[in-house]
């Protein structure tokens, strides 16, 4: 069983399901040559995907390119269906900052034929997920920096305010559907500058508060 917790807590959290955001900053869907959503675009990884800081990417032998997506992530604490957007924040636990790992071919191949990105984006270890920051102590979600750096060089970086949909329209727009669990994760989706990366790449992601400080910090290298 893969767990989370949060900074603080000795509580080891298990993680149910972990629901995705394609598409969440305009500039990404630009550089993806992607129309912008007029409403959530939602995937789903298995928690099987999840090695914590410190682990590794393995790549799949069925693609020969994975792309890196740093994406700030939320950790659900209290579950519930129909959740009011007003109320939607008070379900959140923790925010972190997670990799999207993504077969881009795999995944180019899936689009072209109008299939599933599954296997894209659900093979074991393509959700790298950092500890949370209780959710008590941020003041506003919507105004934090997310930066990735592979081998020292920035290769990601942008700030939460810059999403088409805030986490209290996610969260309200998902449960209508999908009810959510304390345990679940949110993957918000990934700003401009996904690229590959190669076996022996370091990468580095961060979450920051307006003033600099480190909220959460990812290791991982790729094996
Ligand atoms: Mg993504």
């Known amino acids: 069983m893969h767990t989370v917790s949060i900074q603080g807590s000795p509580e080891k959290i298990p993680v149910g399901k972990i629901v995705c955001v394609g598409r969440n900053y305009a500039e990404h869907a630009k550089e993806m040559k992607s129309d912008i959503p007029e409403s959530p ?12 800081n410190g682990g590794r990417v393995l790549i799949p032998s069925i693609s020969k390119d994975v792309h890196h997506e740093v994406e700030m992530t939320v950790l659900i604490g209290e579950g519930g269906k129909n959740i009011p957007r007003d109320r939607a924040l008070k379900h959140v636990a923790g925010y972190g900052i997670g990799l999207d790992m993504t077969l881009r071919d795999v995944q180019a191949e899936a ?19 950092s500890e949370f920051v209780p959710a008590s102590s941020i003041e506003d979600p919507h105004n934090l920096n997310v930066a990735l750096s592979v081998n020292g060089s920035v290769r990601q970086q942008s700030n939460t305010r810059h999403f088409i ?3 209290d ?14 345990g679940d994760v949110l993957y918000t989706g990934t700003p401009e500058g ?8 370091k990468l580095e992601a961060r979450l920051t508060n307006p003033e600099g400080n ?3 910090v990812l290791s991982v290298s790729v094996g």
């Open 165 to 167: 949909f805030k986490v």
């Open 111 to 129: 689009k072209k034929k109008s299939l599933p990105w599954t296997l894209s984006k659900g093979f074991d270890t393509s959700a790298p997920l």
């Open 169 to 182: 329209h996610l969260i309200a727009f998902i449960s209508q559907v999908i009810s959510l669990e304390r």
């Open 41 to 52: 675009v939602i995937f789903l990884k298995p928690s099987t995907a999840i090695i914590a």
């Open 214 to 216: 480190v909220l959460a």
């Open 194 to 201: 996904v690229a590959q990366v190669v076996s022996g790449d």
